[in-house]
């Protein structure tokens, strides 16, 4: 199966009758997995909601920030949710950025990815010894735990083995880290082809090299910013807003310095934190969207989102979600249902 068979979409749906509807509307179309996102609702939450609301799709937490909630919540929710879906789901974990863990959730943050390579190892270890009745023990830098005298007494969805977790990932070193210890990568909606051919992919491989695993036993979902639209400036306007977000957060950095766009993430970045919130997008030019973006007519994206494809298992496409309405939103997200579903039409 190619990766343009194997779509996802994230759920983006402003009312709870809008999640349910697009994710019905996605499940029609063919979309392969509808991933919750975590900023103004809780993901698990959604996935939950999308579970009982469909019944072929997958549903995934994309992402839940990993160091928010302990290891044992991570496992004891995702069992729930794979039972509550019949084995549809999968659990997408992430660091998030340094200052929203610290100063949101009071959590030490720490090095980001030997931190997420505990949290995976521990959650799936408390998964799959959910029902066994033994003792669990995990010792790491930044979980110690020690569960006796419990045993989970629900039955899994899958017998013999437990959800699959998904890294979400950035830079090498969480690549290479998702390469070691996790079933999939998610990609993250503002990477070019080239951050993904120098960084990405090399990072993942040399994980699962040095692991021992396969590449065919890893599934890679690239992310792709598709802003569909005839009127192509009006698409690049609304992907540069999406871009100009992003590079408002230092983290992000070198995913502009590779292309030379690092003077306008910074300008982008200095009139976010002076409140010239107009001159946030301003900042970006229509190349840098370019680099980072699939936008205009459906030709257009389609060529680049093929070109992601070769690169990939799968494919996460997404509208742009910043500094837009509600409507126009929900016009975008439906544009790469009807076009990239493979069911649609």
């Known amino acids: 199966m190619s990766a343009l068979e194997r779509i996802s979409v994230a759920a983006i ?39 009982a609301k469909t019944e072929r799709i997958g549903v995934g937490t ?33 660091s998030g950025v340094k200052r929203l863990n610290e100063t949101w959730h009071n959590i030490d943050y720490g090095r980001p990815a030997p931190h997420l390579r505990e949290a995976i190892e521990a959650t799936r270890l408390i998964m799959r010894q959910a029902s066994a009745g033994e003792p669990i023990r995990y010792e790491g830098d930044y979980y110690d735990i020690d569960i006796k005298g419990w ?41 070019s082809l080239r951050w993904i051919d120098e960084v990405v992919v090399p990072g993942f491989e040399g994980g699962l090299g040095r692991s021992g695993r396969r590449r065919a036993d890893f599934d890679y979902l690239p992310t792709v910013c598709c802003a569909i639209d005839d009127d192509e400036g009006r698409a690049l306007d609304l992907a540069r807003r999406t871009i100009s977000f992003y590079a408002t957060v230092k983290t992000y950095a070198p995913l502009w310095e590779m292309h030379g766009f690092g003077a306008e993430a910074a300008a982008a970045g200095d009139a976010f934190r ?48 910043y500094f837009i309405s509600p409507e126009e939103l929900s016009e975008f997200q439906n544009r790469i249902v009807d076009a990239f579903g493979p069911g649609a039409g």
């Open 13 to 51: 749906g402003t009312t709870v009758a809008d999640l349910e509807a697009d994710a019905r509307r996605a499940e029609a179309a063919g979309i392969e997995c509808i991933w919750a996102p975590e900023l103004f609702r809780a993901a698990d939450t959604q996935a939950a909601y999308l579970a």
């Open 62 to 94: 994309g992402i839940t920030w990993a160091f928010t909630r302990s290891p044992f919540v991570h496992a004891i929710t995702a069992l729930d949710l794979d039972e509550m879906s019949g084995g549809r789901f999968r659990l997408g974990l992430g």
């Open 151 to 191: 045993v989970r007494p629900h039955p899994p969805a899958r017998a013999g083995s437990a959800p699959p977790i998904y890294a979400a990932a950035v830079q090498a070193g969480m690549a290479r880290m998702a390469g070691d210890v996790a079933d999939g990568l998610i990609g993250h909606p503002i990477q």
């Open 274 to 321: 002076r409140g010239d919130l107009a001159a946030v997008p301003a900042a970006i030019s229509d190349a840098m969207v370019e680099a980072y973006c699939a936008a205009g007519p459906l030709d257009k994206v389609r060529e680049r989102v093929e070109a992601t494809a070769r690169r990939a298992d799968g494919l996460f496409l997404t509208p742009p979600t």
